[in-house]
């Protein structure tokens, strides 16, 4: 009987130790804690959210009558670069052609 009380007043004491930490923070508190960042989080998720749509569609209003620049725009965010193609050249009797009119068939 004596060792089970030993062993109910051990398991409380070690309760209480677990649910304070060594700064007297109980375990509520730090729930209250967590509960407050997750807001903060979310809230500083929701401003980043809002920000990028606002922007987007702030650019997408600045170029609503040019097609041109929509598409440059939105090749700009995708990081796609516009290559301009090779003109071909020839070389003819230790000249260089690069002119189609003269390269192509005659």
């Known amino acids: 009987m004596y060792i089970m009380m030993l062993y109910l007043l051990t398991t409380m004491y070690n309760m209480y130790i677990r649910d304070t930490s ?3 923070i109980t375990q509520a508190r730090i729930y209250e804690l967590q509960t407050e960042y997750t807001k903060f989080r979310n ?4 401003q ?3 920000a990028k749509r606002k922007f987007y569609l702030h650019e997408f209003d600045n170029c609503k009558s040019n097609n041109n620049d929509k598409w440059k725009f939105i090749n700009n965010l995708l990081n796609k670069k516009t290559e301009n193609p090779a003109t071909p050249s020839l070389e003819e009797n230790g000249k260089m052609l690069s002119d189609p009119l003269c390269i192509g068939p005659q």
Not at 43 to 46: E, H, Y
């Open 22 to 24: 060594t700064d007297g």
């Open 43 to 46: 809230d500083v998720t929701n």
């Open 48 to 50: 980043i959210y809002n």
